[in-house]
């Protein structure tokens, strides 16, 4: 596992805030879609009454409900797609990173495999 020595240079700093950024990007992104999985799944199972049967507030609290769902999932690791998202936009080019740096970011340093 690669370990990321103290970061003092200037570009050290940039990288990682470049790596910051795209994983921060890369997780809202997951999160989108899962919860618009999450979503579709709600709306396979029967209609209950909460909330007095007032459609549009508990239209309003599941859909909250379900945003909350997908943000926990993505913060205890998600279904990858995150890392698959970083992954390809270390592969088109978008600009290089230190994978030292951006293994650190992932949930307790572990190495990703960039093949």
């Given at each position: 596992m690669p370990v990321v020595q103290n970061i003092s240079t200037t570009t050290d700093k940039a990288a990682l805030?470049?790596?910051?950024?795209?994983?921060?990007?890369?997780d809202e992104l997951e999160g989108y879609f899962v919860h618009q999985m999450i979503r579709e799944m709600r709306k396979t199972i029967p209609k209950d009454?909460?909330?007095g049967g007032n459609k549009f507030a508990s239209d309003i609290y599941y859909d909250m409900l379900d945003e909350q769902m997908a943000q926990q999932i993505v913060q205890s690791g998600g279904f990858g797609y995150s890392k698959q998202i970083v992954k390809a936009m270390e592969k088109n080019g978008s600009a290089s990173v230190n994978k030292a740096l951006l293994n650190q970011q992932y949930k307790g340093g572990m190495e990703l495999n960039w093949n």
């Open positions: 805030l470049e790596v910051q950024k795209r994983k921060k990007a890369a009454e909460l909330l």
